[in-house]
């Protein structure tokens, strides 16, 4: 009795242990579960949402040790959508996002830091061939399996850039200098 109770002590141990070690998640882009989208002041008299419909990336989650948390992002910058081609097409030119040029941005984390229910997810951020530190604010969503028998991680996360700073030198007005970032991912967690 005593060594089959020490036995499963041992094994519910283990189990709680494995359950802690991080996982490597694909983002779910072939069922569009994951979005990259934007907002900007347009002119200071409303808002501009867009997205962008073709990017990749991975990410590594250890819900124990947020220290040891990668995320990695790679997005056609050609891809970018706000509903109106025409502002597309601008979008794309070198007075934004010079996708001749410059066709993929680049997000890259250096740090996970947990903040409360959150995580602050500092990274090298690389949009229209410039390199600036940006952190984001995630929050998890949800975790567990799925009904295919894989198993899923999603999360929100928010930040700001300054278009300056990524050298788009257009100037629409003072209250159209900062870009929010809205990032919703679902990852399948890979074997």
């Given at each position: 009795m005593k060594k089959s109770?020490?036995?499963?002590?041992?094994?519910s141990l283990l189990l709680t242990a494995g359950s802690a070690i991080a996982a490597d998640y694909k983002i779910d882009k072939e069922g569009q579960h994951a979005f990259v989208n934007f907002r900007i002041q347009h002119l200071g008299y409303s808002w501009l949402y867009g997205t962008f419909r073709d990017f990749d990336g991975t990410f590594t989650y250890d819900e124990k040790n947020p220290a040891a948390d990668k995320v990695n992002v790679t997005l056609n910058t050609n891809s970018v959508d706000t509903n109106h081609a025409e502002r597309d097409k601008h979008l794309r030119s070198a007075d934004f996002l010079n996708v001749a040029k410059y066709p993929q941005a680049t997000f890259t984390s250096t740090a996970v830091k947990a903040d409360g229910d959150a995580l602050d997810v500092t990274g090298n951020l690389t949009l229209n061939g410039v390199t600036k530190p940006v952190t984001l604010k995630a929050k998890m969503i949800g975790q567990g399996d799925d009904p295919w028998?894989?198993?899923r991680a999603g999360f929100e996360a928010a930040g700001k850039i300054s278009l300056k700073e990524f050298n788009i030198k257009t100037d629409l007005g003072p209250a159209s200098q900062d870009v929010e970032l809205i990032i919703s991912v679902e990852g399948v967690q890979q074997k």
């Open positions: 109770l020490q036995g499963l002590l041992l094994g028998g894989g198993k």
